[in-house]
């Protein structure tokens, strides 16, 4: 239900009316008991007999076929008590609405353009038949009534009581509320209804209004309109105000509902405007608008809701919002004053389509009360007294100081909106609704006998037309407007959608304009498109930009929505992303976790790889021990080379030379397996690392021992009865031993490799924001029997050289051995707890350093005293020398 122009509501009628008009037996109870319609008497006499007559106000042209129309014209109406007697009484009309008298002279012109149309229903003359509702529901009620029964005292029928029915279809209503109730009434009789303003989304039931067309959008495409608009701008936080009818609370629901699916935003407050402008409650709303931090105020009412609101809004002076108007009051002249604008400056709304009606102004210039030379134009002579404020009756004339009417007036000379055409958009609707209904009955009228869609494929014929026929064809009308907007109805009866989307502007010298910044329409996929022009939109703040309208900013990328509990949906926290997890989108709900080998950024907006880790060659811990195991390397392969150039001095010789130069080869071996540990690990150095590792320091530690088993034996075998067991380490013998206890080895890195290789293995327990590389060992108990053998081999070497440490020699190699060994074991000792408490590439590092140091404490404990008296103190360098004190101690 809505107001085009300066309403007042007359509560008379819908008091009485309120209770029943709802359902079909509300409307029956009405046609029964209240509106009883014409008896059809067809086995006495084929004679219809009218059973009451209303005195209403009306304007008729004849025809071979009538469309009805329901208008506005007047405002209010006072019901006399004898209204619905069997001797009613002329109901008195007052506050002429000259709008609503343009709207039906809009649907007389189309009746007239289509008469002349020679391509639409030619050889038809169509007539119409209007009626004033005077803004009273039972008003537009008694004009349904008659429409549908006629106003003929007596119509004689055919004998099976058949014939043109007084209407075949109507135009109207203009308030959704009027529209349910004639609805309800008329769709008992299957007579078609197109409406030109009502837009409750109710209407489109066709349970319940199986009758019932529209050509202007319902209320249900203009809520998706305007969440399209509060969409575009970002406004999420809302408030809004309905009237307290049928039209905004069927809204309110809509709203609400529309708006959760949509995920457009929440409701700050949802507020019903008083119908009886109740000062406390409109201040209470107000106080309500000013504490919230709602910008932006969505209002479904009338313009007499807004007046009321807006008194109260600038007696409390409540500026800094944006104001967003249904199309009921969008185009409200009465809102466009100075003290108004001051708040309303920069209002958007949803209008209906505007058109343009080729020839109308012509035809409303040539309205005259003469014209129709009978006496049922007296909507035409109220609208002539408004005009001119004279009156045509004659008694009296002069007691109210208004002229009489001499009929001579001329309409041209009257400053008034009535011959102002620029903003066509109710005359539009009702432009396309006549056409709507001339258009289906041509195409009833075009069917060819035994192709119709009746029963036996029969046709709808001039003579036997029923209005439930027209309702077949109507549905599926579809046709273009000479402005060239396509007009056709869904399943539920409503017109192609679309609006224009208006923005009121102050002008600097005090006017007022109300300019279309774009328009909202259904897309071919059922979408609503929303094209503004956003360049002419003014806006009422000092900013000249739209406004902020949130109740939590937008989380940003990196942030997850956090609700805040008992709040809407719209209030809400932004929590920043944990590691590993990110949010690429704004108001992202949740954050979603990065593939394994990702990480999030700093900013939680986005994966990123994984820094890698592991002991490279270039960093300076890889670089230190990269050149530390070269220069051990470089240092064994000096040592190999002075012992080789000096093989011949009692030096060497006398320390047993081959397993020396067999140490020293073991050794430069053991340096350069370190390099193996040092770089990205792959299958084939994870696999090579501890095997070269086991296998070159058991041939060193076999060496030793064997070295230090010799030793013992030389000793042994000076006492008397020794001599035998010299047999037992003879050259082969030592080397034999050797490479058994090697083999041994190479058979337990055999059984590791065969059984569970060590494997590349990327690690994140260390660091989850990187990837360690490292090398799983597979086997933890292989590794542990590779060290143990290594292990056990050292300590029986330590063991045996300790017990020939006080053997008498001038240079006595079991100190150096024992001491050697004394220094290996101390650092695998504590090579064991670093390694397993060492992350990542650290237990690489350690496991490299503890290579080195092993491998330089032998090579320094072993050969540096060696090499100290063969190069720098070579009169020592003589069997006499090396003897020569033992003898002296024996």
Known sequence: ERRNRKSCRNTKGELIMRGVLHTHWGACLIVLYVLFPCLCLSSLLPLCKLQRKFLLNELHRPGDVVLGGLFEVHYTADLPEGTFTLEPQQPRCSGFDILGFRHAMTMAFAVEEINKNSNLLPNVTVGYSLYDNCGALLMGLSGAISLSNGQEEQVVLQDDCSGIPPVIGIVGETYSTFSIAISHMLGLFNIPIVSYFATCSCLSDRQRFPTFFRTIPSDAFQVRAMIQILKHFGWTWVGLLVSDDDYGLHVAQSFQSDLLQAGGGCLAYLEVLPWDSDPGELRRIVNLMKASTARVVIVFAHEIHMIQLMEEVVKQNVTGLQWIASEAWTAAAVLQTPRLMLYLSGTLGIAIRRGEISGLMDFLLQIHPDKEGNNKNNMVRQFWEYMFQCTFDPVGWTEDGRALCTGQENIKNVDSEFLDLSNLRPEYNIYKAVYALAYALDDMLQCEPGGGPFSGNSCATLQTLEPWQLLYYLEKVNFTTSFGDQVSFDENGDALPIYDVMNWLWLPDGRTKVQNVGEVKRSPSNEEV??????????????????????????????????????????????????????????????????????????????????????????????????????????????????????????????????????????????????????????????????????????????????????????????????????????????????????????????????ASPSPHKNTEYHNDKIVYECAVGSTIGFAVLLGYIGLLAILSFLIAFLARNLPDNFNEAKLITFSMLIFCAVWVAFVPAYINSPGKYADAVEVFAILASSFGLLVALFGPKCYIILLRPERNTKKAIMGRGATKS
């Not at 058979?747 to 590791?752: E, P, V």
């Open 530 to 755: 929303l094209i503004l022009k956003e360049e002419k939109i003014f806006w009422n703040f000092e900013s000249k930009k739209p406004p902020r309208s949130v109740c939590s900013e937008s989380c940003p990328p990196g942030t997850r929505i956090s609700r805040k509990k008992g709040q809407p949906g719209c209030c809400f926290d932004c929590i920043p992303c944990s590691g590993g997890k990110i949010s690429n989108k704004t108001n992202s709900v949740e954050c979603i976790s990065c593939p394994e080998d990702f990480w999030s950024s700093p900013q939680r907006d986005h994966c990123v790889p994984k820094k890698t880790e592991f002991l490279s060659y270039h960093e300076p811990l890889g670089i230190c021990l990269a050149t530390i195991s070269l220069l051990g390397t470089f240092i064994s392969v000096v040592v190999l080379g002075i012992f080789t150039y000096h093989h011949r001095t009692p030096m060497v010789r006398a320390n047993n030379s081959e397993l020396s130069f067999l140490l020293l080869v073991s050794l430069k071996l053991c340096f350069l397996c370190s390099l193996l540990f040092i770089g990205k690990p792959g299958l084939w150095t994870c696999q090579l690392r501890h095997a070269a590792f086991g296998i070159s320091f058991v041939l060193c530690v076999s060496c030793i021992l064997v070295k230090t088993m010799v030793v013992l034996a030389v000793f042994r075998a000076s006492k008397p009865g020794g001599e035998a067991i010299l047999k037992w380490f003879g050259v082969m013998q030592q080397r034999g031993t050797v490479l058994v206890l090697t083999s041994i080895q190479a058979a337990i890195c055999t059984a590791w490799l065969v059984s």
